[in-house]
């Protein structure tokens, strides 16, 4: 049973859109890790939330904790072709990592 | 900080034959290290966490007997995949986890991953 589900599952937009990934859950994290992976590399962390409600940003990039500390988002504003990888979510549950299915985004120039 | 490396970043072996991955967290000490696969395009699947100095929690589904799992050390463990076979092939990736300075204790760092082929 998949904990954790991350969608689009795919996605190809235009340099300059913006989009918005998802991962919902019905369990609570204790924290919530968003990486970025580019083939044959091992995931990225980009960012860590652990506050109900958290915002955090990172240039383009806007993550957000649900109140319930049970999904999450992420949000790119004005795509750039080098975002193009495989954006993973991941909840904090008993010391390990629960991993949602991934986001394939590709940003066409 | 929070490196971690894997070694090698690729093999091809023959069926039948033992391979063994190494991961090393270089400037922090891994309380804790994880060992995961993935297959193209899909999300990581976790096989098994191994704290320093005990055995191995192995995920429902893993076997411990195939696959072996050693964490000597704060800054080591090892993945030996014993018999491989064809359907063995995949890319092994490792993480490690035990507060590296200055970040959060159960933040996970990853290595870059093991392409294994078997023939």
């Known amino acids: 049973t998949q904990l954790l589900e991350q969608s689009p599952q795919f996605l190809s937009i235009q340099e300059g859109e913006n989009l918005t990934v998802y991962c919902n859950s019905s369990s609570v994290f204790s924290s919530l890790q968003w990486y970025r992976q580019e083939p044959g590399e091992g995931p990225v962390l980009l960012v860590t939330?652990?506050?109900?409600?958290e915002v955090k940003k990172l240039k383009r990039l806007t993550f957000q904790f649900g109140d319930a500390r049970k999904d999450s988002s992420l949000h790119i504003t004005a795509a750039q072709p080098g975002d193009t990888g495989l954006y993973l979510c991941?909840?904090?549950?008993?010391?390990?990592?629960?991993f949602g299915q991934g986001t394939e985004l590709s940003v066409k120039p | 900080g929070a490196v971690v490396s894997q070694h090698p970043s690729w093999v091809i072996c023959k069926s039948g034959t033992s391979v063994k991955i190494e991961c090393r967290s270089l400037?922090?000490?891994?309380?804790?290290m994880f060992w995961y696969r993935q297959f193209p395009k899909q999300s990581l699947m976790l096989m098994a966490t191994s704290n320093e100095g005990s055995k191995a929690t192995y995920e429902q589904g893993v076997e411990k007997d195939k696959f072996l799992i050693n964490h000597a050390s704060l800054t080591l463990s090892t993945l030996t995949v014993t018999s491989a076979h064809p359907e063995d092939s995949s890319f092994y990736i490792c993480s490690a986890t035990g507060g590296a300075k200055g970040r959060i204790p159960y933040e996970q760092y990853f290595g870059p991953g093991t392409r294994l082929t078997v023939t």
């Open positions: 400037d922090f000490q891994a309380t804790t």
């Open positions: 991941a909840g904090g549950q008993g010391g390990k990592l629960i």
């Open positions: 939330v652990v506050t109900g409600g």
